[in-house]
Structures are given as structure tokens and as C-alpha cells.
């Protein structure tokens, strides 16, 4: 893909200057500059799917809610 970018003389300047250092020219130092800037790898998300503890409590007959609820009033001073 071809593309027209406005630099600064600052900017441009050394980019020249990074193009003659390393011998290239400057649309490969543009795409060396992109893909420093780009991510190598997308994030990838987590699937707590595959962990050994999703769906442990799937045949319980037990409400989470309440369950969680119980265990936090063990620590709260109130009850």
C-alpha cells in the first residue's frame, strides 16, 4: 500500500539521516518505524474455559450467591 505522510523538516531530516546510517531507504526506515511502533502479537484474551476449575461447582446444589455471601459474613464483625 502506497501513502503520502507530511513530516516535519526535523522529523524528515532524520529519517534521512537513520536511512543512510542503515542503507535503506526511507519508505523501508518508515516501515521499520511502524513496526517498532505496532504490537508484535495481539493480546491474547484469556479463556478460563480450559483452567481445570471452571465448572467444578456446575453439579452442586448449592446458590453461589448465598455461598458467597456466607462465607463473607464469617469475616464481617457485624453478624
Not at 535503506?24 to 517498532?36: D, K, N, P
Amino acid at each position: 500500500m502506497r501513502t503520502i505522510v507530511d513530516l516535519p523538516d526535523e522529523q524528515l531530516q532524520a529519517l534521512d539521516a537513520y536511512s543512510k546510517k542503515y542503507g535503506v531507504s526511507r519508505a523501508e526506515a518508515v516501515r521499520r518505524a511502524v513496526a517498532m511502533f505496532l504490537p508484535k502479537q495481539r493480546r491474547r484474551r484469556l479463556d478460563f474455559r480450559s483452567h481445570p476449575a471452571f465448572g467444578s461447582w456446575k453439579d452442586r446444589e448449592v446458590d453461589s450467591v448465598e455461598y458467597q455471601r456466607k462465607l463473607r459474613a464469617e469475616w464481617d464483625h457485624r453478624s
